[in-house]
């Protein structure tokens, strides 16, 4: 039965999760956004940065109020006072940044894709569940207050029997930008298309088939991708993701009852409205602070380590590696290997 209102968000209040001493392992864009949210909006303390340079991790240090600056990772994640390893490194570093945090018996959030493959996502948690520390991918999507509203209506049934999801997040970036590096294991699969793909697997579990298409950009990496996949119960979708324009970005799952529509930038803090066959909807609305939204993935991870578990229930290893998994098909279909992958 279609509701008279949608349900509210039980997202606890950031601020009253346990604070932790955080350690950043890396000092780029999304580093800078993750340490501004958590000062904003939580009562984390990030109490340590590291880089592969003393000058990096200084200049972070200084610009965030952070105490101490370590010039090499290795000195990070050996720091005493760190409770909390987040890796935020480039994607052909996640693996062997997450290895080194692990081994050294530290709590580790890794930035998204947890790694470059479904192989190495295995590995990372193999050794966490042998280390007995927590393990997550910083998919921080999942944790906003508004995805749990709509976990609420999938888990009601609001929507029916849901049969399709189409996902779609594109950007336009001009020629030079790191996304198109192929050390950098560049292009909009990992970037970009985590999002999408990661929605579509939560809501229709593992696929049983994929086909995807892709487009060259003219350094080498692909620039463009587009993907059908077969879900279970003979469900479908479609994802798209670009580095060469604008897209919508909307996100959509439809079911014999409902269609949910999610605003685009869809993976960040934004709104929704749920419409029924005949017509009635219902709308969601929340603050679009973009990036600021990074504290309550931070917040969920305190929650989780101070009450003595290993892994979200929001984003499970698991789901990683599935996600991890339906990239590397897309990736095989299409022919893309990253330079780690290649041998000689």
Request: glycine content about 8%.
């Amino acid at each position: 039965m279609f509701p008279a209102t949608l349900p509210t968000p039980r997202t606890p209040d950031p601020r009253q999760a346990p604070a932790l001493n955080w350690g950043i392992l890396g000092t780029g864009w999304i580093a800078q956004r993750f340490v501004d949210s958590l000062h904003k909006h939580s009562s984390q303390r990030v109490v340590a940065v590291g880089s592969r340079t003393a000058e990096s991790a200084a200049t972070f240090a200084e610009r965030f109020g952070i105490e101490r600056a370590h010039g090499s990772y290795d000195e990070l994640v050996g720091d005493t006072d760190v409770d909390v390893v987040y890796v935020a490194t480039p994607h052909n570093h996640h693996h062997a940044c997450a290895m080194l945090a692990l081994k050294a018996r530290k709590h580790t959030l890794i930035e998204k894709p947890i790694a470059l493959n479904a192989g190495q996502a295995r590995e990372i948690a193999e050794i966490a569940a042998a280390q007995g520390v927590f393990c997550m991918e910083a998919l921080w999507t999942f944790f906003l207050p508004k995805f749990d509203v709509i976990r609420q209506i999938l888990a009601d049934g609001v929507l029916g029997e849901i049969r399709s999801v189409d996902a779609d997040y594109g950007e336009y970036f001009a020629p030079g930008h790191r996304i198109f590096r192929q050390d950098l294991a560049g292009g909009p699969l990992l970037d970009l298309g985590t999002y999408p793909i990661a929605l579509t697997t939560s809501v229709l579990g593992a696929p049983t088939a994929v086909k995807a298409f892709g487009t060259p950009a003219p350094t080498g990496v692909n620039g463009q991708i587009a993907a059908v996949i077969e879900g279970q119960n003979d469900t479908l979708a479609t994802v798209h993701t670009t580095l060469f324009a604008f897209t919508p970005s909307t996100a959509v799952i439809a079911g014999t009852e409902g269609v949910l529509t999610i605003d685009g930038p869809f993976m960040i803090p934004g709104d929704f409205h749920v419409t029924a066959p005949d017509g009635r909807r219902l709308d969601y609305t929340e603050p679009a602070i973009g990036h600021e939204g990074l504290h309550f993935q931070a917040a969920a991870v305190a929650r989780a380590i101070a009450d003595g578990r290993t892994e979200s229930a929001l984003r499970p290893l698991a789901d990683s590696i599935a996600t991890m998994s339906v990239m590397d098909t897309i990736r095989r279909e299409l022919g893309i290997v990253f330079v780690e992958e290649q041998t000689s």
